[in-house]
């Protein structure tokens, strides 16, 4: 099972633009290569989340308005063995609380939004070539919904920690993992797509159209894109959105991840784009609903849900 790479420089941006039709469509889930985040971005916001873990457990709790969590996922009693931060991206945002957060607050925020600004870009480029290689008018109809100034995305900074370690009573968010135990349950992301960036620790898995888990390869440098929820809307489901999930094996070291949630404002409306949509062979294959009708859904259902269940339509 070989992930498809897209290397990002390619010229023929036709080839290129059919590479990731075909990437989403059979896989859901693609490394990009030649992206232009500078490494100095990757490794400073990688440093700031290994500072941040490394504090005590009190004072990293003191970041709760900022979103941190240890263990628990979302609120509906779904638990995993990480720590994580999560946020808005919106730089006002992350410049006012990362008072709450880091000792050194300004250099804190300007890696979270550099980083920010690096995985928009390879979201929008992404998104771009989504829209040309699907023969949609408007070029920019998916990639304006993550460049509007309300729009809800998200970044989140996973932080798994080593298997076998032994300090569990004195840090309850430090118990260490054991080997094959599940560290992020099974899940599809939300929104309309992820860019993450893990270190070189294996754990993520994702699953092929046909249910069978197949492991993600570690790649530092590189960033892997995964197709969310509201894609699979957008596009009427020719693409679908890919379930994946983290499991521990033996590590000495910790394994952190960096996800960029690309998401649109709360009042945008979620429907198949209207290329997509070709009655009576291919009609529509969702009710209308906003990105806020979504998000209170998602929120009420457990982590592993299908939670675009609610919104199809049975067309037989
Ligand atoms: C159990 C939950 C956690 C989650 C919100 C939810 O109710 C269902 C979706 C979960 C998820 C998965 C992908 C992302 O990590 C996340 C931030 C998201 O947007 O949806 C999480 C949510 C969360 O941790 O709050
Ligand atoms: O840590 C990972 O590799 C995956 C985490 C994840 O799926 C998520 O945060 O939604
Ligand atoms: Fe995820």
């Not at 290994?50 to 628990?72: D, I, L, M, R, V």
């Not at 998200?154 to 298997?163: C, D, G, K, T």
């Not at 754990?203 to 069978?212: E, V």
Request: aromatic content about 10%.
């Amino acid at each position: 099972m070989e992930i498809p790479t897209i290397d990002l420089s390619m010229e023929n941006r036709t080839e290129l633009s059919k590479q990731v039709v075909k990437a989403c469509e059979e896989f859901g889930i693609f490394k990009v290569v030649n992206h232009n985040v500078s490494r100095e971005v990757i490794s400073r916001i990688e440093e700031e989340g290994t500072e941040f873990f490394a504090k005590s457990n009190s004072e990293k709790q003191q970041a709760k308005p900022f979103g941190y969590g240890c263990k628990n996922i979302g609120t509906n009693g779904d638990v995993g063995e990480l720590e994580y931060l999560l946020f808005p991206t919106n730089p006002q945002f992350i410049s006012e609380s990362s008072k709450s957060i880091s000792n050194h607050p300004n250099k804190f925020s300007g890696a979270i939004n550099n980083y920010i600004k690096g995985a928009k870009g390879v979201a929008c480029k992404i998104l771009d070539l989504v829209v040309e290689g699907l023969g949609v008018q408007d070029k920019f109809a998916l990639s304006k919904l993550i460049k509007d100034v309300e729009s809800d995305s998200l970044l989140r900074i996973n932080h798994y920690p080593p298997s076998m370690t032994t300090d569990s009573e004195m840090d309850p968010c430090a118990t260490g993992n054991t080997n094959n135990t599940i560290g992020f349950g099974e899940h599809s992301d939300p929104q309309i797509l992820t860019i993450m960036r893990f270190n070189d620790v294996a754990g993520l898995q994702a699953t092929t159209h046909d249910g069978i888990w197949f492991t993600v390869p570690p790649d530092p440098h590189n960033f892997y894109v995964i197709v969310g929820d509201a894609l699979q809307v957008f596009s009427n489901e020719r693409f679908t959105s890919v379930r994946h999930r983290v499991l521990i094996t033996d590590s000495l070291k910790a394994r952190t991840s960096i996800m960029y949630f690309g998401a649109p404002s709360l009042n945008c409306l979620i429907t198949p784009l209207p290329e997509m949509v070709k009655p009576p062979q291919n009609p529509s294959r969702y009710k209308p609903f906003t990105w806020e009708d979504y998000k209170k859904a998602m929120y009420s259902c457990r982590l592993g849900d299908s939670r675009l269940d609610p919104f199809k339509v049975h067309n037989d």
